[in-house]
């Protein structure tokens, strides 16, 4: 009866091989099937005498069509896909964002705009409507930056909460490949072919790839582990989950679930795309507009600290509420050094310069105000209540802390019985605080003989900076350069033999930084692009918009030294003009772009070859199929037509009994 | 063997992805003109374009802020201009005094018309322009020149604005001003020795006198000593016995000083000391005024000879306004030609950018022909492959 099993098993043959080319067939569009084919081998042959006879067809099973190394790689390319994908979505939206380029103008307009405006004040520095224009500048610039750093944070906020959803997506693939990992594990073990199911498990290992890099490892009956982040989270049947959250360096990480050891370094899929994001790329981007901001905030306000506008001096100023009392725990710190205060007496018009020393590491605010409150000119008083330095005049009373020379020598010894009266004036151009000393050579009346000053920096233990005549040839009253800017004229008088005189003058009445560091006097307010804004003294009064330095405080000094700041490079800002900065910045986020969109052609088109690669090995294709069914379906005719043969021979012979 | 379904789809979706991105990148640059329309787009060309804009907007500011620099010198030119009319005329009417006959009543006409010629000179100092003091230097709210009268007259003009010069950055680098110090304008400052008109014996001493332009040397005699006045004998000093060669004589005013050689006066009287180089054109006026009504009492002689000096101090003060005049129009030639060369800037800044930027259609609608007949050619080819089966054949 062999001829009816031969007969048989090619029927059977047949008929699986047709189910294997019908469910080929029926996936032809089923994302991750991999095409199967059916393995025949001969029946064991049996032997009749000499002759030896096949059996029959044996199925021996049903393969998928698939290449290890060609799917492992295209696994990896996903990856990479996932996560220049994330990135370049992420960054495409920043850089609308940044609104340059486009008809509206961006933040690099409002800066040009800022400075521009400043420029127009320094040719009419009294006049409100340049001092409001000013203003109205400033708080243009402050809102973009405003609009940009809360568009980050919130950004960043988007990318930490979309990092919490796509572990949610890692977590429920990881649960579902472990599931059908031990259905499989379950079949193979009793001797059946899961391919579907490997499929099927195959597929949500792609589709995890996408989110986060993975690396598998096969096991025994079918079973492929499965390792994120260094950290195996399926074994088998079991999966693990993970979870994101923050390290103690502010970075993002993924770690097992309630670990709490959060790893950084992940790579690929939009998971490490995202986690790029928020701790490198856009960190980095709001990292550069805070230096940004900041950098403005603190130049602009170190030099209008020591200025005034056309409103003059003042009877009250008040700080900003500080997080700290003590200046140590100052962010950015300040400085040992000092604070001059000029004092005016409006009803007399004397005007005194008082020092207050700053020890960035002992003093407070409370300690600042003490000591301006001990000034031993009456006229002046502060306080330090809730962090918050003030500074109050009394009545009939102004105070400033401009850097203009005061007109008289600040110390002198004249011997002579009719001294002249010295006056001086100008405004400093040097860049550091000095003493003048001025010693007369010879002896004798202003404006005869050989009478000449000598001029001495460093208070007399420096350099001769200037020889002046003050005999024949000068008229009492006429104004002497000393030079830097500083004037001095003489009166009619008689001056004795070593006659000296000392001159203060000074480019920084706050070398400690504390003015600018607790908003006294200050134009803009905040720490970064996220609440920078102009003080509201300012916006309430644009006549404080600092313009003058000098004492008749109708110049337009300080508007120039702010306007120098466009073209001032600054080493918080790697040494670049504020405008550059932020040009470099935009530029930069469209490089970041660029390259991640060639990064992402390029990977599409390595997929694009790959997937075309594994389609000829585990596609379907219908014609193929169809050749194959045409195959099985003669053989399947033939065996039918056999087996009849055989039937019927069998018949005869029956007949023949 | 690529003629699987999934290879079909896969290699013709891609296909159309690449030709739909390529399609609305070409669609964006014709609709918008341009070829870089965010960053990305050209990186190093987008550090171009925002540098050139910024750079456009700069200029712009620089010759915005020109065009009022030169307007205002205009301005500023004009009154000086006028001033210079003015002084014109009184030198006409002082050279007519001096060469014809003209009685005291006829002097105190003209010194009528000089008056009204200083009180325009003042309201020419005290010229603004958009609310601001042309003349008063760095000071532009305050009227730079206070007049002092006495029974409405002007006995003295005082510059109260600033010595300090406004500068502001006319262009990258470049300082400028265009409001003057008025004391700059209308005062010479380059001292020379006094000269004694009078008939004294009084002369000059070897100090340097504060004393500025023409000063009445008052000498009495109180019986012993001569005695010396520069402030019409609201102080004296005594002269010594066989005087002094450098004696001070102080005007307890001003507290300014005259160095007078008291060793040759001969006689009292009243000698007019000038100091050339010292000149401002209200006190030449005042003075010149002063002296057509001669209150001082001044012989016919002594007046004319006066009179006929006082054109030397009206020539100082006319060269004063003429280089001032010479002055401002240099410096709205320089300004004007800065504004020029930042136009030519800004237009170069300009075109570069636009050149950088704009996109060239002719080759974007070539672009877009040739993509969509690529798009065209993907779905056809797909529909073909897709269209050819086995299947058909199989009865």
Not at chain 1, 536 to 552: F, H, K, Y
Not at chain 2, 16 to 32: D, G, Y
Request: charge should be negative; hydrophobic fraction near 40%; glycine fraction near 10%.
């Amino acid at each position: 009866m062999d001829s009816y099993s031969i007969g048989i098993s090619g029927l059977t043959a047949a008929q699986k091989a047709l189910d294997v080319i019908g469910n080929n067939v029926a996936n032809a569009a089923t994302d991750g099937y991999h095409r199967q084919r059916i393995e025949l081998t001969p029946e064991r042959t049996s032997q009749v005498g000499d002759l030896i006879l096949g059996g029959g067809v044996d199925i021996t099973g049903i393969t998928r069509m698939l290449d290890g190394l060609l799917e492992r790689e295209i696994l990896r390319q996903r990856s990479s896909l996932g996560q220049v994908s994330q990135e370049l979505a992420t960054l495409g939206i920043v850089e609308n964002a940044f609104g340059e380029l486009s008809a509206a103008g961006g933040l690099s307009s409002a800066i040009d705009e800022f400075f521009n405006a400043l420029q127009d004040l320094s040719a009419h520095p009294s006049e409100l409507v340049w001092q409001t224009q000013v203003v109205t500048a400033a708080q243009t610039m402050a809102g973009r930056f405003r609009t940009l750093g809360e568009f980050l944070a919130g950004l960043e906020t988007q990318v930490t909460i979309e990092a919490q959803n796509t572990i949610e997506q890692v977590n429920t693939l990881l649960t579902q490949i472990a599931d059908i990992n031990q259905k499989i594990q379950r079949l193979e073990i009793s001797g059946g072919q899961a391919n579907n199911l490997r499929d099927q498990r195959d597929q949500y290992i792609t589709e995890l790839s996408e989110l986060v890099s993975v690396e598998t490892i096969d096991r025994k009956f079918g079973v492929v582990d499965v390792c994120v982040v260094g950290i195996g989270v399926v074994t088998g049947g079991s999966a693990t989950e993970l979870e994101v959250g923050l390290k103690e360096d502010g970075s993002l990480g993924v770690s097992i679930v309630d670990a709490y050891n959060y790893n950084s370094d992940v790579q690929g899929g939009r998971l490490g795309g995202l986690l790029s994001l928020k701790n490198d790329t856009m960190a980095e981007v709001h990292d550069d507009l805070d230096s940004l901001a900041n950098a403005l905030i603190q130049q602009i306000n170190e030099y209008h600290v020591q200025a005034v506008g056309s409103e003059g001096s003042f009877t009250e100023l008040t700080g900003w509420v500080m997080p700290s009392e003590n200046l140590a725990d100052f962010d950015p710190p300040v400085t040992d050094g000092k604070i001059y205060i000029r004092v005016i007496d409006t009803g007399t018009g004397t005007i005194t310069r008082n020092e207050i020393s700053v020890d960035a590491s002992t003093d407070s605010l409370t300690t600042i105000a003490a000591a301006i409150s001990a000034i031993p000119i009456p006229g002046l008083n502060a306080s330090a209540s809730l962090s918050k330095l003030s500074i109050t005049a009394d009545t009939g009373y102004e105070f400033d802390f401009l850097p203009a020379v005061l007109s008289s020598p600040t110390a002198s010894t004249l011997t002579a019985g009719t001294p002249p009266t010295i006056s001086v004036s100008g405004i400093y151009t040097g860049t550091v605080n000095d003493t003048l000393r001025f010693t007369v050579s010879g002896a004798g009346s202003v404006g005869n003989g050989s009478l000449e000053l000598e001029v001495t920096d460093g208070g007399g233990a420096g350099e001769v900076i200037a020889t002046l005549n003050i005999g024949q040839g000068y008229a009492a009253s006429d104004l002497l350069d000393v030079g830097n800017g500083i004037r001095i004229s003489l009166t009619a008088g008689d001056f004795g033999a070593g006659d000296n005189f000392d001159v203060d003058v000074f480019a920084d009445t706050d070398t400690s930084g504390v003015l600018a560091a607790v908003g006294i006097n200050t134009f803009f307010a905040g720490s970064g692009a996220k609440n920078i804004a102009v003080c509201s003294d300012i916006v309430d009064s644009p006549a404080r918009v600092a313009t003058a330095l000098g004492a008749d405080m109708t110049d337009n000094a300080n508007v120039l030294r702010l306007v120098g700041l466009k073209d001032q490079t600054m080493s918080d800002l790697d040494a670049l003009t504020p405008v550059e900065f932020y040009r470099q910045l935009v530029t930069g986020v469209g490089q970041e772009l660029s390259v991640r969109q060639m990064r992402q052609d390029n990977v599409e088109v390595i997929i694009q070859n790959l997937t075309g690669r594994q389609s000829e090995i585990s596609g379907v294709d219908i014609n193929e199929e169809a050749t194959q069914m045409l195959v099985f379906e003669q053989m399947f005719q033939a065996m039918a037509k056999y087996l009849n043969v055989i039937h019927s021979s069998i018949l005869t012979i029956m007949e023949m009994i | 063997m690529s003629g699987t379904l999934s290879n079909i789809y896969s290699n013709v979706s891609f296909a159309l992805q690449l030709h739909t991105e390529a399609l609305a990148r070409l669609q964006e640059q014709a609709s918008t003109g341009a070829r870089v329309n965010r960053a990305s787009d050209d990186p190093s060309g987008a550090y171009q374009i925002l540098g050139q804009n910024s750079q456009e907007r700069l200029l712009g500011n620089y010759i915005d802020g020109l065009c009022e620099a030169v307007n205002t010198l205009g301005l500023s030119s004009t009154a000086i201009e006028d001033v210079m009319s003015q002084i014109v005329e009184v030198k006409t009417r002082l050279t007519q005094i001096s060469s014809g006959i003209y009685g005291q009543e006829q002097r105190k006409l003209i010194a009528q018309g000089i008056n009204d010629a200083l009180e325009h000179i003042v309201l020419l100092a005290n010229t603004k322009r958009a609310g601001q003091y042309l003349f008063g230097g760095s000071d532009t709210d305050s009227p730079p020149y206070v007049a002092e009268r006495t029974d409405g007259k002007i006995t003295a003009v005082t510059y109260n604005g600033s010595l300090e010069q406004r500068n502001v950055e006319a262009a990258p680098g470049v300082q400028s001003s265009s409001f003057y110090v008025g004391d700059n304008i209308f005062r010479s400052n380059e001292r020379g020795d006094p000269v004694f008109l009078g008939d004294t014996g009084a002369k000059a001493g070897t100090g340097t006198s504060s004393v500025r332009g023409d000063v009445w040397l008052t000498v009495i005699h109180d019986g012993s000593n001569y005695k010396l006045s520069i402030d019409d004998g609201a102080s004296y000093v005594i002269v010594p016995a066989g005087g002094d060669v450098n004696q001070a004589v102080t005007d307890s005013r001003t507290k300014r000083i005259l160095y007078v050689d008291s060793t040759e006066i001969t006689s009292t009287g009243v000698d007019l000391v000038r100091i050339p180089g010292t000149y401002d054109i209200f006190h030449t006026l005042v003075t010149i005024r002063d002296m057509l009504e001669n209150d001082r009492g001044l012989s016919e002689a002594q007046l004319q000879g006066l009179l006929i000096n006082s054109l030397n101090s009206l020539d100082e003060v006319g060269g004063l306004l003429v280089r001032a005049q010479v002055s401002v129009g240099s410096r709205i030639g320089f300004l004007d030609d800065l504004k020029d060369s930042l136009q030519k800037l800004q237009y170069d800044a300009q075109d570069e950018a636009a050149r950088v930027q704009e996109a060239d259609i002719a080759q974007v609608a070539i672009d877009l022909s040739r993509r969509e007949v690529l798009y065209q050619m993907s779905l056809s080819v797909a529909a073909k492959i897709m269209s050819m089966s086995l299947l058909d054949f199989i009865a």
